[in-house]
């Protein structure tokens, strides 16, 4: 196995915004595409801008690590993203994603490969022999994303497929941190675009 490059994890929406030509669902995909990066590259805090996401957001995740889990609120889904970003186990390589768009929101159905040194896992209760390893966790996830009529995220839901549920031990020099992230995927960040519900027009900042 070689260092994957975390780029793909924003290839399914650059996709489909070259085929999308529904402003409403533009916005969408821009938002979902820079929600994205700056999950991985643990600048969590740019989710929360006021264009990006609504002011009382519900996430709900069943996975493992997270079973049956419910976040409400900002206080509540900020933590989580902190968390990620002080634990640095956000860095993810999602892969083989297919999106639907629509006004509601976008579902989402992908294999996401996320970075975790043992003692990481461990803390989520995943038993290791190496708690000094380097890992990835490869899991089938489908999400649920419903955004208002601003474009903005409401929230989420991700379901886990555990039938396709891996946990690969990797050299070190085939692991991926967030520096490696930042490197690559900043450059590729861009201003979210500004939507207009009402003349369904949207321009560049």
């Known amino acids: 196995m070689s260092k994957k490059d975390i780029a793909v994890t924003i290839s399914a929406a650059d996709r489909m915004l070259e085929l999308t030509k529904n402003p409403l669902h533009r916005q969408i995909l821009e938002n979902y595409r820079r929600h994205a990066i700056l999950e991985v590259c643990g600048q969590w805090e740019g989710i929360f801008e006021p264009e990006m996401t609504v002011e009382h957001p519900v996430y709900y995740y069943n996975v493992t690590g997270f079973a049956g889990y419910k976040a409400e609120g900002m206080e509540e889904v900020q933590a989580i993203y902190r968390s990620l970003a002080e634990t640095q186990t956000g860095v993810q390589v999602v892969e083989d994603e297919r999106l639907m768009v629509s006004d509601w929101g976008f579902a989402s159905d992908a294999i996401f490969n996320t970075y975790y040194r043992g003692f990481n896992l461990i803390d989520v209760g995943v038993r290791v022999e190496d708690p000094d390893g380097y890992f990835i966790m490869r899991q089938k996830y489908v999400m649920l994303w419903p955004y208002d009529e601003r ?15 891996e946990l690969i031990q990797i050299p070190e020099g085939d692991f991926l941190t967030v520096e490696d992230a930042q490197a690559r995927l900043l450059p590729m960040l861009r201003p979210l675009p500004v939507y207009e519900p009402k003349t369904h027009t949207a321009a560049a900042r």
Request: hydrophobic share 35%; proline share 0%; glycine share 14%.
């Open 151 to 165: 474009g903005r995220m409401i929230g989420e839901q991700v379901y886990e497929n555990k039938a396709f549920y």
